[in-house]
C-alpha cells in the first residue's frame, strides 16, 4: 500500500512536469526519466532542473534527511509501534501528544500521522486529558480579534484525569448503598493496558 | 536518641509537634489521611487511643487542591439541619467556592475515629486557603511533610533543548502535504511545516 502511495505520487509529479513542458512547448522530452528514484524510500523531494543543450532532465531529487535517532522497530506501521511506547505512555507525557495536535488544540487526522486506530483513540483520550488538567496552555483556539474576555466569576478549578467534559458531567445526588452505589469514574479503560510498576491494580471507579 | 540526657528523650517523645502541609494541586482525600494519621498520633510508636498524643497539622493553599476525575462536579455534600425542608445538596464545587478550606475539613472530619476526641483532634488542625500564614503559626512548625501526588509539567515548563531532544515520532511527506492542502479547511500548522527542511512545496 505504501508503495503504491509512492507510485501514484510520483506518476502525478511526473504528469505536472509533463503538463508544464507541453504548456510551454520549448523543450524535447527526455525519454531517459530516471526510473528507479520512485521505488526507493518515502521522503521528501525537491525538484531539480539540468540543461545539456538541447536536453532538460527534470527530476525529482530526494532530500539528505537530517541525522534525527532511528526508531527502534522501523519496520511498523504505526509511529508509536515502531517507537515501542504501546502501553507506555500517559496524560502528562505533553512532549509526545503535542507531536499529534494542531496549535489550537485539536488533533490531526490519522491519515495525516499514521497512527492506528486503537493507538489514536488513546491518544485522543490522553489529549483531552490534558487539555482538561491544564497542561497544554498554549494549544487554544484562536479569540476573535478585538474580543476582551468576561471577567470570571470562579477560578477555574483544578482537575486531572478527567474523562467527561466538564460541562457535560451532572451531580450524583443519590450514590445509592454501597453495593449498588454509583461510582465517580477517574482517568479511562482504554489505558487499562498501560504497564504499572506497583502491585496495587488501575482504580478507575473511586 | 541514646546520647539525649533522660528529660531531654523524655521531651522529644512526648512533645507535640507542628506538620505543615501543602496543599495546591494535590487529591484532597490523600492530604486527610496524612493529616488523620498525624492527628490521632498513629505515626508514633507510642500510639494509645486513650492517650493525646496527636500532633498539630497545618494545611495551606487548600484553594488550589485538586480532584481527579470529574468530582468537582459529581461530588454532592448534603447536610441536613434537623428542621423540616432543611436538606442541603452542594457539589463541591459550589461548596468550594463558598468555603475553601470545608472539603479537606469534611474529608479529615470523615477519616478520624467516631469518638468524643475526633473534636480535639479537629480543633489541632489548621487549614489556610492560601499561603499566607499567621506568625505565630509559622513560629511553630517544625516540619513540611513531602506532597503525596507528583505534579505533571506543563508542556510551557519545559526549555526548548528539552523539547529537541524528544525524538519526531511521524515525519509528513510532500504527499501529506498535499492532501492537507487539497482536503482541510485548516491552514497548515507552522510546526508541520517546520519539519521540513527546506520549503520547497509543490503547489504554491
Redesign the interface.
Known amino acids: 500500500m505504501a508503495a503504491r502511495?509512492v507510485l501514484?505520487?510520483a506518476r502525478t509529479?511526473l504528469r505536472?512536469v509533463q503538463s508544464e513542458l507541453s504548456s510551454k512547448g520549448l523543450f524535447q522530452r527526455t525519454p531517459g526519466f530516471s526510473q528507479l528514484s520512485f521505488l526507493g524510500s518515502?521522503?521528501?523531494?525537491?525538484?531539480v532542473e539540468k540543461k545539456d543543450g538541447k536536453m532538460t532532465v527534470i527530476e525529482g531529487v530526494l532530500?539528505p534527511?537530517?541525522e534525527?535517532?532511528q526508531?527502534p522497530n522501523p519496520t511498523a506501521s504505526c509511529?508509536?509501534y515502531?517507537?515501542n511506547?504501546q502501553n507506555k505512555y500517559n496524560?502528562?507525557d505533553?512532549?509526545?501528544l503535542?507531536?499529534f495536535i494542531?496549535?489550537d488544540g485539536?488533533m490531526?487526522?490519522r491519515?495525516?500521522?499514521?497512527?492506528c486506530a486503537q493507538e489514536h483513540t488513546k491518544i485522543v483520550i490522553c489529549v483531552q486529558m490534558a487539555h482538561r488538567?491544564?497542561?497544554?496552555?498554549?494549544?487554544k483556539p484562536p479569540l476573535p480579534e478585538g474580543h476582551v474576555p468576561k471577567p470570571k466569576s470562579?477560578p477555574p478549578?483544578?482537575?486531572?484525569?478527567?474523562?467527561?467534559s466538564?460541562k457535560s458531567?451532572?451531580?450524583?445526588?443519590k450514590?445509592g448503598l454501597k453495593w449498588c452505589k454509583k461510582r465517580?469514574?477517574?482517568?479511562h479503560p482504554a489505558l487499562k493496558n498501560n504497564i504499572r510498576y506497583s502491585p496495587k491494580p488501575l482504580y478507575i471507579q473511586? | 536518641m541514646s546520647s539525649f540526657s533522660r528529660s531531654a528523650q523524655q521531651w522529644a517523645t512526648f512533645a507535640r509537634s507542628w506538620f505543615l502541609i501543602d496543599a495546591s494541586m494535590q487529591p484532597p482525600g490523600k492530604i486527610a489521611s496524612m493529616c488523620s494519621v498525624r492527628l490521632q498520633g498513629k505515626h508514633k510508636p507510642i500510639y494509645h487511643p486513650l492517650s493525646d498524643i496527636g500532633d498539630h497539622v497545618v494545611v495551606m493553599n487548600t484553594r488550589h487542591i485538586a480532584f481527579s476525575g470529574n468530582k468537582w462536579e459529581q461530588k454532592v455534600y448534603s447536610s441536613h439541619t434537623g428542621y423540616p425542608g432543611s436538606f442541603k445538596q452542594l457539589t463541591a464545587a459550589q461548596m468550594h467556592k463558598k468555603d475553601p478550606t470545608a472539603i479537606i475539613k469534611l474529608a479529615v472530619y470523615g477519616m478520624l475515629p467516631k469518638n468524643l476526641t475526633r473534636r480535639t483532634m479537629m480543633q489541632r488542625l489548621h487549614l489556610f486557603p492560601d499561603d499566607v500564614l499567621p506568625e505565630d503559626i509559622l513560629k511553630n512548625l517544625t516540619e513540611e511533610l513531602p506532597q503525596p501526588r507528583e505534579i505533571p509539567r506543563k508542556l510551557s515548563e519545559y526549555t526548548q533543548e528539552e523539547r529537541d531532544a524528544f525524538p519526531m515520532l511521524w515525519t509528513p511527506t510532500n504527499k501529506v502535504i498535499q492532501i492537507w492542502k487539497e482536503t482541510s479547511q485548516v491552514p497548515l500548522d507552522q510546526r508541520v511545516l517546520d519539519t521540513i527542511p527546506s520549503q520547497k512545496l509543490h503547489s504554491e
Do not use: F
Open positions: 502511495c501514484q505520487s509529479a505536472t518515502r521522503g521528501l523531494r525537491h525538484v532530500e534527511t537530517s534525527r535517532p526508531p509511529p508509536i515502531r517507537w511506547l496524560y502528562t505533553v512532549l509526545l503535542s507531536q494542531r496549535s485539536g490531526l487526522p491519515r495525516i500521522t499514521g497512527l488538567a491544564g497542561l497544554l496552555p498554549d494549544h470562579n478549578l483544578n482537575r486531572y484525569l478527567t474523562r467527561y466538564v458531567v451532572k451531580p450524583i445526588y450514590t465517580m469514574s477517574v482517568g473511586h
